[in-house]
């Protein structure tokens, strides 16, 4: 049997520790993987034998990332398949089957995972008032309600020049739950949680981190 079925379970059971230790983009990446991976979960007893290679090339996808994102040493890389186990779908091999897979695409959901950091970052302190700014987080509910996160503010109404600068490199217009979730969760590149750096004397540091993760031209 394939390690890939165990290598998802320990995943799962270490979520919130693994997505703690990448930085945003691949976190985001992660995230889609599973919830691809949660595609084959509606048969009971598994995806159908001839989408096993399918699963297999997605639990690949998501050791290959985990293998280059996680910082050294991370306890998660342990649970990595190496040598014969990290084949390629269609080869003979370290191979699983549907009911490998079973129970533990019972327990995958991309949408409980995106349900689930959504619910995180939304119950983070907020501020009511409205300011016009462009690159500012706002996260807005399927129910129509908005929050903005507080930790963006220096004084009332006053917003962090480098939150500014930050947003507008990750694109906070476009993916403010993506950007939320960069700023207060655990960042791999600087150790800590950027959120917590704000009115220290790292903004060099945040910067660099997020041109790391989007880019700017």
Do not use: K
């Given at each position: 049997?394939?390690?890939?079925?165990?290598?998802?379970?320990?995943?799962?059971?270490?979520?919130?520790?693994?997505?703690?230790?990448?930085?945003?983009?691949?976190?985001?990446?992660?995230?889609?993987?599973?919830?691809?991976l949660?595609?084959?979960?509606?048969?009971?007893?598994?995806?159908?034998?001839?989408a096993?290679?399918?699963?297999?090339?997605?639990?690949?996808?998501?050791?290959?990332?985990?293998?280059?994102?996680?910082?050294?040493?991370?306890?998660?890389?342990?649970?990595?398949?190496?040598?014969?186990?990290?084949?390629?779908?269609?080869?003979?091999?370290?191979?699983s089957?549907?009911?490998?897979?079973?129970?533990?695409?019972?327990?995958?959901?991309?949408?409980?995972?995106?349900?689930a950091?959504?619910?995180?970052?939304?119950?983070?302190?907020?501020?009511?008032?409205?300011?016009?700014?462009?690159?500012?987080?706002?996260?807005?509910?399927?129910?129509?309600?908005?929050?903005?996160?507080?930790?963006?503010?220096?004084?009332?109404?006053?917003?962090?020049?480098?939150?500014?600068?930050?947003?507008?490199?990750?694109?906070?217009?476009?993916?403010?739950?993506?950007?939320?979730?960069?700023?207060?969760?655990?960042?791999?590149?600087?150790?800590?949680?950027?959120?917590?750096l704000?009115?220290?004397?790292?903004?060099?540091?945040?910067?660099?981190?997020?041109?790391?993760?989007g880019?700017?031209?």
């Open positions: 049997m394939s390690r890939y079925p165990e290598m998802i379970g320990a995943l799962l059971d270490q979520l919130d520790a693994v997505r703690a230790g990448l930085s945003a983009e691949p976190r985001r990446h992660l995230d889609a993987l599973l919830a691809e949660a595609g084959s979960a509606d048969e009971p007893g598994g995806p159908p034998p001839e096993v290679d399918e699963v297999e090339e997605i639990a690949l996808q998501i050791a290959d990332l985990l293998d280059v994102s996680l910082p050294p040493g991370h306890p998660f890389l342990t649970h990595l398949p190496s040598g014969a186990s990290r084949f390629s779908p269609g080869t003979s091999g370290d191979r089957t549907a009911g490998d897979w079973g129970a533990v695409l019972g327990r995958v959901s991309g949408v409980e995972v995106t349900r950091v959504e619910d995180r970052l939304f119950e983070v302190p907020a501020e009511s008032v409205e300011v016009d700014e462009l690159w500012l987080i706002r996260l807005e509910r399927g129910d129509g309600r908005v929050r903005v996160p507080a930790f963006q503010f220096e004084g009332p109404r006053q917003v962090w020049p480098v939150v500014r600068e930050v947003n507008r490199i990750l694109g906070a217009d476009e993916d403010p739950w993506g950007v939320a979730d960069w700023w207060l969760g655990r960042n791999a590149w600087i150790d800590a949680v950027p959120a917590d704000l009115g220290g004397s790292r903004d060099g540091e945040l910067v660099a981190a997020a041109l790391a993760v880019g700017d031209d």
